[in-house]
């Protein structure tokens, strides 16, 4: 089963708007979130990340948002540009256990 | 700083084989990871080691797939005997435990059993 869900393969965007990706998880344990960006033939590399006790973690264009009522997290990119255009993984973990349990991905394609 | 290796890049190998995938992680760092990149789950958690002892191998698919980390600077992931279905990229990865969140990913090996 799934603890990771990001329901959305893929996303396009046009260049200067919001990219908004979305990642639900199910372990009410988790208390550590990130989200990691990959290129074609490359490893993922870290993004941003929040802790259960943050709503909300910005840095630059990109901004996570945690609702854990609904244990949902986003990220926006605002505003997206075209090297942005990667894989996104969301990843949970629980403190102590130093498990990062990564989603499917959400493949954002930004138009130029 | 050198980042996380992995060796090969590439393998292309015939069902049956015995494939073994190497990787040096990140001098200092005390986590090590091993991920399956597929289309169909995503980046999926094979095993971790923390202070070169495994921690959590639920999800190493089956008794073909093995995992060791003799020392803090070497990990290899054995896949005896190899099927098709094992064909995917696979990424280690190092993370220091005081800083739990950043790990960092090797480029990935990617495997092909034909």
């Known amino acids: 089963d799934q603890q990771v869900k990001q329901n959305s393969p893929s996303l396009s965007v046009q260049e200067g708007r919001i990219s908004i990706l979305n990642c639900d998880y199910t372990n009410s344990m988790f208390d550590y979130f990130l989200w990691y960006k990959k290129y074609p033939a490359e490893g993922p590399t870290f993004l941003i990340s929040?802790?259960?006790?943050?709503d909300k973690n910005e840095d630059g264009r990109f901004t996570v948002f945690l609702n854990k009522s609904a244990k949902h997290l986003s990220l926006h990119i605002v505003p997206s540009q075209p090297g942005d255009s990667a894989v996104y993984f969301c990843?949970?973990?629980?403190?102590?256990?130093?498990?990062?349990?990564f989603g499917t991905g959400t493949r954002l394609k930004v138009l130029a | 700083d050198a980042g996380v290796i992995q060796s090969p890049r590439h393998e292309v190998t015939e069902m049956g084989q015995e494939v073994t995938l190497r990787c040096k992680p990140i001098?200092?760092?005390?986590?090590l990871f091993w991920y399956r990149q597929t289309m169909m789950r995503g980046l999926e958690l094979l095993i971790y080691?923390?202070?070169?002892?495994?921690?959590?191998d639920s999800g190493m698919p089956e008794d073909r797939f093995s995992a060791k980390m003799p020392n803090a600077s070497f990990s290899t992931l054995k896949i005896q005997p190899s099927e098709p279905r094992d064909s995917a990229v696979y990424f280690c990865?190092?993370?220091?435990?005081?800083?739990?969140?950043?790990?960092?990913f090797g480029e990935g090996s990617r495997l092909t059993v034909l």
């Open positions: 080691f923390n202070n070169n002892v495994p921690i959590d």
């Open positions: 990843a949970a973990s629980t403190s102590g256990t130093y498990k990062y349990i």
């Open positions: 929040i802790s259960s006790i943050k």
């Open positions: 001098s200092g760092h005390n986590s």
């Open positions: 990865a190092s993370s220091f435990v005081r800083h739990p969140g950043e790990l960092f």
